[in-house]
């Protein structure tokens, strides 16, 4: 697509539900990533993936964190038995992935509320 | 590790220059980006720098780069309201590495 696109932009859930995040990146952009901003701080990086391998997790909080890209395209972040502290905006990135400055081009993000 | 700091706050008035500050710990970060976040709207990229460079210039932005003191500077002239935003500070470490980025410098212009 024209841009990366998030779904949903808005996520209300109660404490203990799965919620699973989706990313459409730019096409044909090998690298995909995902961070999440709290209120008032910068993006923090949680993972990201070249093609559909996972080249890094060391950013995920804990093991009830999980994303996947299956086809080297679209992803998903998987956010099981959630918890309050897990409010956040969750933005995700793609870039070409060729050498050189690596362009992060972000989507709107998918804001999540946990009650 | 890897460390972005910036200042939280910068006001000034229209027609001015603003000017926004970053330092950042790993001496051996590739490149450097400053983006754009306006209220409710994703993360815009600005401009970016490559290590090698002291200074970028792109119409009303200059980026400065001080690689010895690991300091990045952002001027924007003639800064105009719709200027008022947060900007994020990045490095990226060699081999196309993830962005680490500051906590953000929230600009407000006063008309």
């Known amino acids: 697509g024209a841009g990366v696109s998030q779904s949903p932009r808005y996520k209300v859930t109660k404490r203990g539900q799965d919620v699973a995040l989706r990313c459409d990146p730019i096409s044909g952009h090998v690298s995909l990533y995902w961070y999440r901003q709290a209120l008032g701080q910068g993006p923090e990086f949680l993972t990201y993936?070249?093609?559909?391998?996972?080249?890094?997790k060391s950013g995920l909080p804990n093991d009830r964190f999980s994303a996947e890209r299956p086809e080297g395209s679209i992803s998903t972040l998987t956010i099981q038995r959630t918890e309050q502290r897990d409010s956040a905006m969750y933005r995700c990135?793609?870039?070409?992935?060729?050498?050189?400055?690596?362009?992060?081009?972000f989507g709107a993000g998918s804001r999540l509320t946990v009650l | 590790g890897e460390d972005v700091e910036q200042s939280l706050f910068l006001s000034v008035r229209e027609g001015d220059s603003s000017v926004i500050n970053c330092t950042y710990t790993d001496s051996s970060s590739t490149y450097l980006y400053w983006y754009k976040q306006e209220p409710g709207a994703g993360l815009q990229l600005l401009t970016y720098?490559?290590?090698?460079?002291d200074m970028k210039q792109d119409q009303r932005l200059t980026v400065l780069l001080n690689k010895k003191d690991k300091h990045l500077s952002l001027r924007i002239a003639d800064t105009q309201t719709g200027d008022s935003a947060i900007y994020f500070c990045a490095e990226m470490a060699p081999g196309n590495t993830p962005l680490v980025f500051g906590k953000g410098t929230r600009l407000s212009v006063i008309a």
């Open positions: 993936f070249n093609y559909e391998a996972q080249q890094d």
């Open positions: 720098i490559f290590s090698n460079m």
């Open positions: 990135a793609s870039s070409p992935g060729t050498a050189g400055a690596n362009v992060l081009t």
